[in-house]
T-cell receptor
Framework: GQSLEQPSEVTAVEGAIVQINCTYQTSGFYGLSWYQQHDGGAPTFLSY????GLEETGRFSSFLSRSDSYGYLLLQELQMKDSASYFCAVPGGGNKLTFGTGTQLKVEL | DVKVTQSSRYLVKRTGEKVFLECVQD?????MFWYRQDPGLGLRLIYF???????EKGDIPEGYSVSREKKERFSLILESASTNQTSMYLC????????????FGAGTRLSVL
């Protein structure tokens, strides 16, 4: 089966850089995804890493190390609107995704 | 833009009632999913479907069933609602499986009294 571990909560100040870690255990690995969910909103896709290394999309970057079964989401120049929950996810058997329990990011002034 | 629409934003039902949650997607996606979301537990997969009339159990299928008679519509059924099924229910769809992007609906917050 699949299991993912991420911190439950992270707090940072506006303008700072924050890293949200995710470690996973899977029977087969095909990639690591990240989703963002604002309070009361729907999860939305942020990034997908199939290969080792850093993928950058604007202020957000995602990193994967398959040898360490580890990835992280890096948010730069934090803004208040980045306050949300962030979920890592891995493909499971068949067509499904298994999600982590989520990290609640609080951005403070 | 992909649109996934869930029929109700809030729903209140009584214990023992049969409950239908409806989800429609407009992008001709093959795969559709039902999750429930509870504080501290993340998103847990209930059922998914990779084609019309095809379904597979997810991680927590007990107490639920699903129906997919048309490609765009995926229904979640609670045969006899219980209080422990009070939760946020999220529907999603994706073109292909695995790591492909899943598009989510706004969710249905179900309260079973």
């Amino acid at each position: 089966g699949q299991s993912l571990e991420q911190p439950s909560e992270v707090t940072a100040v506006e303008g700072a850089i924050v890293q949200i870690n995710c470690t996973y255990q899977t029977s087969g690995f095909y990639g690591l995804s990240w989703y963002q969910q604002h309070d009361g909103g729907a999860p939305t896709f942020l990034s997908y890493n199939a290969l080792d290394g850093l993928e950058e999309t604007g202020r957000f970057s995602s990193f994967l190390s398959r040898s360490d079964s580890y990835g992280y989401l890096l948010l730069q120049e934090l803004q208040m609107k980045d306050s949300a929950s962030y979920f890592c996810a891995v493909p499971g058997g068949g067509n499904k995704l298994t999600f982590g329990t989520g990290t609640q990011l609080k951005v403070e002034l | 833009d992909v649109k996934v629409t869930q029929s109700s934003r809030y729903l209140v039902k009584r214990t023992g009632e049969k409950v239908f949650l409806e989800c429609v997607q407009d992008m001709d996606h093959e795969n559709m999913f039902w999750y429930r979301q509870d504080p501290g537990l993340g998103l847990r997969l209930i059922y998914f479907s990779y084609d019309v009339k095809m379904k597979e159990k997810g991680d927590i299928p007990e107490g639920y069933s699903v129906s997919r008679e048309k490609k765009e519509r995926f229904s979640l059924i609670l045969e006899s609602a219980s209080t422990n099924q009070t939760s946020m229910y999220l529907c999603a769809s994706s073109l292909t499986g695995g790591g492909d992007i899943q598009y989510f609906g706004a969710g249905t917050r179900l309260s079973v009294l």
